[in-house]
């Protein structure tokens, strides 16, 4: 996979040289670039920003500095084979980014982002080359920060550790909170390692067990009951097909029954009356 950046702070974009991230370009299996907006900028300023149409506080990026960048990237890739690009814009106002979207994400081979500063980038940019390629304007939460550059380290760790190989065990992110599949819409429970006892605190016998039904039993009710703590809106949103006989019993003890009325409002289940959120 190839990984382009383009930031007026190429500095904020270093934690991809370490971890698992930067194992992966050491290994040749994720070529990352950074690049520096102000290289496209023609004034003895640097300027990449100007005041908004229409008045109101803030700056907006500008579109000539943006679509000169992003012409000579795209350039670039193309002439090294990169495959068919993708556009990466992170923004509050964009879609969530989940554990879907990441899996999706994975599968490209050629991602390039686009973080914003200020206001954000005049809307003709991201339009423009809407028509060239596929854009993904994502949110990584319900608040706003500063600029896109944490975004983009959110989004590119969460995707370059679903690639093949990147992983030291290829199975790791099978029981992840989000994991497609069993784990869906579900948060992981919580885990354990040696010693057997710290400070007075042991850990759950069935762990010690050697029992693996059991012990998939817990951690999978466990799962059920952190989700009921943390996100219940994503028990709502399941729907009661994904869920087997067992997985009924331990949501009913935790105050679940299925929601008939709920379902074109895509919710499928609700809180027994009584039951304390």
């Not at 029992?211 to 998939?216: D, E, N, S």
Request: hydrophobic letters at 35%.
């Amino acid at each position: 996979m190839r990984l382009d950046v383009v930031t007026i702070f190429p500095e904020y974009l270093e934690p991809l040289n370490v971890s698992l991230v930067g194992k992966a370009r050491a290994r040749g299996q994720l070529g990352v670039h950074v690049h520096d907006l102000r290289a496209w900028t023609y004034d003895r300023h640097n300027t990449v920003d100007d005041t908004p149409y229409g008045g109101g506080p803030g700056m907006v990026m500008k579109t000539e500095p943006w679509g000169d960048a992003l012409d000579t990237v795209l350039a670039d890739g193309y002439e090294a084979g990169s495959g068919e690009p993708a556009l990466i814009v992170p923004t509050p106002s964009g879609r969530p980014f989940t554990q879907e979207l990441a899996v999706q994400l994975s599968e490209r081979p050629w991602l390039i982002f686009a973080p914003a500063r200020y206001e954000g980038i005049d809307r003709r940019v991201v339009d423009e080359y809407a028509t060239r390629m596929p854009v993904y304007e994502v949110s990584i939460g319900d608040y706003v920060l500063a600029g896109g550059e944490a975004a983009v380290l959110v989004v590119t760790e969460a995707v370059a550790r679903l690639l093949p190989g990147v992983l030291g065990n290829a199975e790791s992110h099978r029981d992840d909170s989000f994991a497609l599949g069993a784990m869906a819409n579900l948060l992981e429970g919580p885990v354990h390692t040696k010693p057997p006892r710290w400070r007075g605190r042991g850990i759950p016998d069935v762990l010690l067990s050697g029992h693996h039904g059991k012990i998939a039993r817990w951690r999978r009710d466990e799962a059920l009951r952190r989700t009921t703590e943390n996100r219940p809106d994503l028990i709502e949103r399941c729907d009661p097909a994904a869920f087997d006989k067992k997985d009924r019993e331990m949501l009913s003890i935790l105050g679940w029954q299925p929601d008939p009325d709920g379902e074109p409002y895509g919710r499928f289940w609700r809180r027994t009356p009584g039951m304390e959120e």
